[in-house]
């Protein structure tokens, strides 16, 4: 009895930091949830003498996958989105991340090339912009231009089917 | 001549300015990187931080104080995009007064208990009644009686 109150503070303690540490401090939803998108004011992969048409893209939802060719989970994601992408009709836009566009280029070929365009963030100032943490992160944008959804890590068919998907559905 | 000296004096005037200005902009760019959280590795400012990351937003801040912006600017700035979990010291709100008054409640409460610890133990050594202060010493006389070899 005498250590009824000393166990019971401590249980609680431990049950409190316990579920603490099942949490992952950097899987915050984005800050931009709910925001307008950062204007991506960058020239294209495929032609640097083009500009990102953001505006066109009003009216669709659309993902944006923030990549790089020095990523290695980035080379495993490419296959999977092209995919997804083609089976479910959802365009995928690409950020090609603080990379050389010849090396962007060549991976691309080689393992797949999911994105409608991809827009060369070459210092990674629009990344700033979009808050990312690392590559690769996919927004799910959606017609009004509005930020709805920021996955961190790479996309895997379990991220796709239960995370991506249901947002672009609901929003659509 | 004279106008010379003039003009030296002038220059050097003009540098030791320009290099004490630029020596506060370090100086406001080197706090606020210490107040701002490296994004990927959580337990470290930008200041501190060896991250790519860490020294974009550095170069940042530099860029952002040479153009003029504040302090609170600046931090508004990556606040907008990264959150409030990108300040080191977190913002007081409704959601963060636990945070920032639980160590000082476990203080109080600690030093609450123990008093009421050290008030019960005192209350506890009470003086002897005169009639057990007789028995304690017949107690004592007997032991010191059977111990006698």
Not at chain 2, 123 to 135: D, S
Request: glycine fraction near 6%; include cysteine; hydrophobic fraction near 45%.
């Amino acid at each position: 009895m005498r250590f009824a109150l000393p166990l019971a503070i401590f249980l609680a303690l431990a049950v409190m930091l316990g579920l603490g540490l099942q949490r992952d401090p950097r899987a915050l939803q984005t800050a931009l949830l709910d925001q307008p998108a950062p204007v991506i004011a960058r020239p294209l992969l495929e032609d640097p003498r083009q500009p990102f048409d953001q505006a066109a893209l009003r009216g669709q939802v659309w993902l944006l996958n923030v990549w790089a060719s020095w990523c290695a989970p980035c080379r495993q994601e490419l296959p999977l989105l092209v995919e997804f992408s083609r089976r479910d009709q959802v365009p995928v836009y690409g950020l090609n991340y603080k990379d050389q566009p010849d090396k962007a280029r060549a991976l691309l070929r080689v393992a797949g090339n999911p994105y409608v365009a991809s827009a060369v963030d070459a210092d990674g100032r629009t990344g700033m912009d979009f808050g990312i943490q690392g590559v690769p992160e996919t927004f799910v944008i959606d017609g009004q231009g509005r930020v709805r959804y920021r996955h961190l890590g790479p996309v895997t068919a379990e991220v796709w089917q239960q995370k991506l998907l249901p947002v672009v559905k609901a929003v659509q | 001549m004279k106008m010379r000296h003039t003009m030296l004096l002038m220059a050097w005037a003009v540098l030791a300015l320009q290099a004490r200005a630029d020596a506060g902009l370090e100086q406001r760019e080197g706090a606020l990187a210490a107040k701002l959280r490296c994004v990927v590795c959580q337990n470290q400012t930008v200041a501190e931080s060896q991250a790519p990351i860490a020294k974009d937003m550095r170069e940042e801040i530099k860029a952002q104080l040479a153009q003029g912006r504040s302090d609170a600017e600046v931090v508004a700035f990556f606040e907008q995009r990264y959150g409030s979990f990108v300040r080191y010291t977190p913002p007081w709100r409704p959601s963060t007064w636990l945070l920032w008054c639980g160590p000082f409640l476990a203080v109080f409460a600690g030093l609450a208990l123990l008093r009421r610890t050290l008030k019960q133990r005192s209350a506890g050594a009470m003086p002897l009644t005169p009639a057990e202060r007789e028995r304690a010493n017949d107690w004592l006389q007997q032991t010191d009686e059977e111990n006698r070899p």
